[in-house]
């Protein structure tokens, strides 16, 4: 069975730009969740996704937005990139659309901003 | 309102020594607690998850963890140490209804 896949590994942006990120779950996996993990704080939850419909957001200002598309794969994007946006995107998804299922890591998004 | 805390950012052990990786949480309502690892350059892996059934909870590659309420207090345990489990432990978290809070991580160290 094919884990979560993300793309790309690395993207590198300058200053204002927008940045897009992709995930794919897990076959049969509805919902899709994205956190950002930047240098010494920890994953910080964004996004929560699930049968095409946000259903939570962490923390973020709305230049942080995505969609999860009918196929169940989602997009990220982050408008006016700042440099402290520089982080590792993880995207997760889960069978169920609960907190308190098992959430499944893609490998991420190496999102460095110059 | 939940939260984590991962005492010591960085721990380094000898191989073949015990591993001790304390998280504690806060919770208002009984919580569900995981410890997640995160190998270096890659996703984070699900280690073990505690859900309300036994107190001890036994994970993938040895490791262990024990909810004890009256210290909420989800500590990951391993009796001997192997340079394969230098990585970065996450511990989260989730009650029904809201999101995951993960802890900010501790490194663990293996020294040969």
């Known amino acids: 069975e094919a884990g979560v896949t993300q793309s790309p590994t690395h993207l590198i942006k300058t200053r204002g730009q927008q940045a897009t990120l992709r995930c794919s779950p897990i076959?049969?996996?509805?919902?899709v969740y994205w956190y950002q993990q930047a240098l010494g704080l920890g994953l910080q939850f964004l996004l929560w996704?699930?049968?095409?419909?946000?259903?939570n957001r962490g923390n973020f200002p709305p230049r942080f937005s995505g969609r999860q598309f009918p196929n169940y794969s989602s997009e990220l994007n982050v408008n006016a990139l700042e440099l402290e946006d520089s982080a590792l995107y993880l995207c997760a998804s889960s069978p169920n659309p609960t907190w308190t299922d098992t959430q499944y890591f893609g490998p991420g998004t190496r999102l460095t901003v110059l | 309102a939940q939260s984590v805390t991962q005492l010591g950012s960085h721990v380094s052990v000898s191989e073949g020594a015990l591993v001790l990786l304390r998280c504690n949480y806060s919770s208002s309502v009984p919580p569900y607690l995981f410890w997640y690892v995160q190998y270096p350059n890659q996703g984070l892996q699900l280690l073990l998850k505690y859900t309300s059934a036994a107190t001890l909870v036994k994970g993938i590659n040895g490791f262990e963890a024990e909810f004890k309420k009256s210290e909420t207090s989800f500590h990951l345990t391993k009796p001997s140490a192997h340079m394969s489990d230098a990585a970065e432990y996450f511990c989260?978290?989730?009650?029904?209804?809201?999101?995951?809070?993960f802890g900010t991580g501790t490194s663990l160290t293996v020294i040969p």
């Open positions: 996704y699930d049968e095409g419909e946000e259903r």
């Open positions: 989260a978290v989730s009650v029904t209804g809201n999101q995951f809070y």
């Open positions: 076959s049969g996996h509805t919902s």
